[in-house]
């Protein structure tokens, strides 16, 4: 079989960070070929408009944390499609007493909310007098919780964050890796409250913005607007219904082989998701195999999205949306209030609320048909937020391999990684199994991936 010349990059995986490490490679004068096994580019990101609704079936919104993610808005000129949340949506509610109740915004607010009693509010006065971790044991979220805090932060609002983020269980789940910034605010100040306060100034100095008060966006067609963009950038580099079947290191880089033949790389850089990498051969010395990254566990998760009459809700739906801890029993993780958000995502006099059900606390409930699903939301959101009648739009949309959990030990993937890059030469893994999970986290990392890679050709040159 004749092979193609060797070109200089091929990217497995069309999602968020695929798309972004391609584009600035090619701003770079770098051309890459992007390989995605599916027909459609975005991955998890998927926005759909029916009936006047538009449902965001995967994630709804991107935090504006780093300059690079606003540099990727401004370089593909999309800054006049842009849309901040509607700052009349501040409330974040927590589930308490199957009632929700809005975290305070001010340490005034913290003293009087009911969402906490008298021993938490101290417990916060007595956290920075607690000492920092020295044994290197690795500790999970609820390990770090209750030695700096107490479990009722844990079970009333830790546990109700991390399945929010992750879908996750704080008692798997590691500090060090699935919140890197708690971890590393008891490391270097040796207090989360002298970490928010003196960390403020690094993350100002580097033009980032703590999570808590990063601006928050969409667009106004939907996140899709912006891989659908990426997607236009790079079309005639893109190669869709392509799975990639084996990876072979040769003298110069690396043969990619695919249904349709084989073509020669300098580097290759893998987007895809962990739990599909055991699958992909390879056939390198440096490189056994692909094995261990089974080890990796993905939570499944259902997203459930759901438009009603406005009268027929009782709750003002002022605010971003609601999560809810594990101790309240409920089926779902969470709902976003989705048309508080952002304007023009229902018909008049209608409401749009997207909820999330399964994660690692009901991962069983992920094989319920979409009719059960929805009835399930809509018996929570009943008792929750006063969501009567029939809902006047459905969306359903089931994720197997939803967001891969930064568990106990996961130190043990991200080592193994920088070694196969070490060992292998020019093999690259980016995306959301080693750079976080947000989208925001997945776009800074396909940009970084590229500037990494650019300069590995530019001091390596075949």
């Known amino acids: 079989m004749l092979v193609a010349r060797m070109r200089p990059v091929a990217i497995i995986g069309a999602g968020i960070t695929g798309l972004t490490a391609a584009f600035y490679l090619k701003r770079k004068g770098i051309p890459a070929t992007v390989y995605e096994a599916s027909d459609r580019v975005g991955g998890v990101i998927r926005s759909s408009r029916r009936n006047g609704f538009l449902a965001e079936c995967g994630p709804n919104t991107i935090l504006e944390t780093s300059p690079k993610i606003r540099d990727l808005i401004r370089d593909l000129d999309l800054e006049p499609r842009r849309l901040y949340t509607d700052p009349a949506a501040r409330n974040r509610y927590i589930v308490r007493n199957g009632q929700p109740v809005a975290m305070p915004t001010s340490p005034p607010g913290f003293l ?34 209750t030695r700096r805090l107490n479990r009722e932060f844990l079970d009333r609002a830790v546990d109700a964050l991390v399945a929010g983020i992750y879908a996750g ?42 999570r808590n008060k990063a601006k928050m966006f969409s667009f106004d067609d939907g996140l899709q607007v912006l891989t659908d963009r990426l997607g236009a950038e790079i079309a005639d580099q893109l190669c869709l219904n392509t799975p ?3 990876l072979t290191q040769i003298e110069k880089g690396w043969r990619v082989s ?7 790389y300098q580097a290759v850089l893998y987007c895809g998701t962990a739990h599909r990498l055991p699958d992909l051969k390879i056939a390198s010395p440096a490189v056994p195999d692909f094995s261990a990254f089974a080890g990796i566990r993905y939570a499944p998760v259902a997203s459930v999205v759901l438009g009603f009459r406005r009268e027929d809700i009782d709750h003002p739906l002022d605010g971003f949306g609601m999560l809810i801890p594990g101790i309240e029993k409920f089926h779902i993780l969470g709902s976003i209030f989705s048309s508080s958000l952002f304007p023009n995502r229902t018909p008049k006099d209608c409401v749009t609320l997207t909820s999330y059900i399964g994660g690692e606390r009901r991962p069983e409930l992920t094989r319920r048909s979409p009719a059960e699903l929805v009835q399930l939301a809509r018996a929570d959101l009943q008792k929750l937020l006063g969501a009567r009648g029939v809902p006047v739009f459905e969306n359903v949309t089931l994720y197997p391999h939803a967001i891969p959990q930064y568990n106990v030990g996961y130190g043990r993937f991200k080592t193994l990684m920088d070694e196969i890059e070490a060992r292998a030469g020019k093999l690259f893994f980016a995306g959301h199994y080693r750079d976080g999970v947000s989208l925001g986290d997945s776009i800074v990392s396909g940009a970084n991936i590229a500037e990494r890679i650019a300069k590995n050709l530019l001091e390596n040159p075949v």
């Open 112 to 145: 009087t909310t009911p969402l906490f009693s008298l021993p938490a509010k101290l417990a916060v006065l007595r956290e920075p007098f607690v000492p920092r971790r020295r044994d290197g044991h690795e500790e999970s979220v609820a390990e770090f919780v």
């Open 244 to 246: 990639v079947l084996k």
């Open 258 to 264: 695919t249904s349709a033949g084989d073509s020669d």
């Open 169 to 210: 269980n704080p008692h798997n789940l590691s500090v060090r890796h699935a919140l890197p910034r708690l971890f590393e605010q008891e490391q270097q100040y040796g207090s989360l409250i002298r970490g928010q306060i003196f960390g403020a100034r690094e993350r100002e100095r580097r033009g980032e913005v703590a």
